[in-house]
């Protein structure tokens, strides 16, 4: 009896085997089905019953894929189908979990699905997550994505549906910062007509401005300052505490922007501050006490030095190391500047 018992048993493991294999496998053609854009297929899939929620290895639903191919019919099939358009992914130890079925259409601009999705309920303001303490950075939102990839029409149409322009990620980035890392002129005038915050800071400390100054977007420039941007704001770096205390018009100037540099200066930016002062121990002298002439000095930035001279920066001022401006040049066999700096008075 139990012979018989036990052979029962393993024709019974067996068949759910088989039964598991084939609906892995159904599951697995649902799934291309609906990456190909395969629309009777997968109406046929959708008929014969196939859970639309069910994700796969790397917990993709089919609607994130479909949503991510730009397949609009397909789209609509499985949100009627009862598809949960707030889906998230659970990630692993590269990349964050969270994201859904509205972030893929944002970032790829598939105007069409985002707005089938908002209709049917998607959170405009869901987040990434970070999975474990070395995975990348989280905290994006489609926004941010639809941002940082260019979708002119997809940010219009998140803002549209109250999508939070100053939400920021875990690096503290929001989505105007993202927009003027990449040079988007167009986009970042959305955002702050949309009222993003023009002077928000991110984890090291940085504005917009700053950002902008420092990889010589001349329009962006333009447009922050006339939104209002503090040309004098200070950067707040809890990481690398020498950066603390800069401001836009040194970035411009380390960096050879010598048009973004008259920009901030006809708009007040103070020629003369420093950077803050960080005191490694009690008996070192201290770093920083930076000032923007000192930058351009160090960096070889001849149009720059005659430009915050003129404007009345300070050529003796000494940094937290008892250097000056002409000392820096010096070091780094700047001989033009050291001639302009003797000229403006600089002592040796």
């Known amino acids: 009896m139990r012979k018989f018992m036990f052979i029962f048993l393993i024709i019974s493991l067996s068949l759910v085997n088989i039964n598991t294999g084939c609906a892995i496998r159904t599951q ?7 990456r190909k854009g395969q629309t009777e297929k997968v109406i046929s899939f959708i008929k014969k019953g196939i859970d639309v929620n069910t994700a796969n ?3 993709y639903t089919a609607l994130m894929i479909a949503a991510a191919e730009g397949h609009t019919e397909i789209v609509k099939m499985l949100i009627d189908a009862g598809a949960d358009v707030n889906a998230k992914t659970k990630g692993d130890a590269d990349l964050p979990s969270g994201y859904t079925a509205l972030m893929e259409a944002a970032s790829r601009g598939h105007l069409e699905i985002l707005e089938l999705l908002i209709k049917a309920g998607a959170d405009v303001n869901a987040k990434t997550e970070r999975v474990v303490v070395h995975s990348l950075p989280a905290g994006e939102t489609a926004l ?9 029409e997809a940010v219009q149409m998140l803002i549209n549906n109250g999508a939070d322009v100053n939400a920021k990620d875990d690096v503290g980035y929001t989505s105007l910062m993202e927009a003027v890392s990449w040079g988007n002129l167009e986009i970042a005038s959305l955002l702050i007509n949309a009222g993003a915050d023009i002077d928000a800071k991110c984890g090291f400390g940085e504005t ?23 040309v004098n704001a200070k950067r707040e770096d809890r990481v690398a505490m020498i950066f603390s205390g800069k401001t836009a018009l040194m970035e411009a100037a380390g960096e050879g922007h010598a048009k973004i540099v008259e920009l ?7 020629v003369n501050a420093k950077t803050d002062l960080v005191f490694v ?16 000095s160090e960096e070889g930035q001849v149009e ?8 009345g920066a300070n050529v003796g001022v000494k940094c937290g190391l ?21 000229a403006a008075g600089a002592k040796e």
């Open 28 to 34: 697995s053609r649902f799934f291309e089905a609906c």
């Open 57 to 59: 290895k790397k917990s």
């Open 144 to 152: 941010m994505l639809a941002t940082t990839f260019g979708h002119t």
């Open 208 to 230: 917009a401005l700053m950002k902008a100054s420092q990889e010589g977007h001349i329009e962006l420039v333009k447009l922050l300052i006339d939104s209002g941007a503090d």
């Open 264 to 270: 901030l200066i006809e708009a007040g930016a103070d």
């Open 281 to 296: 121990n009690d008996t070192a002298l201290p770093m920083g006490g930076y000032t923007a002439l000192m930058y351009a």
């Open 304 to 311: 720059i030095v005659k430009i915050l001279i003129k404007a």
């Open 322 to 342: 008892g250097q000056t401006s002409l000392m820096k040049a010096t070091k780094r066999g700047h001989t033009e500047i050291i001639d302009l700096l003797k």
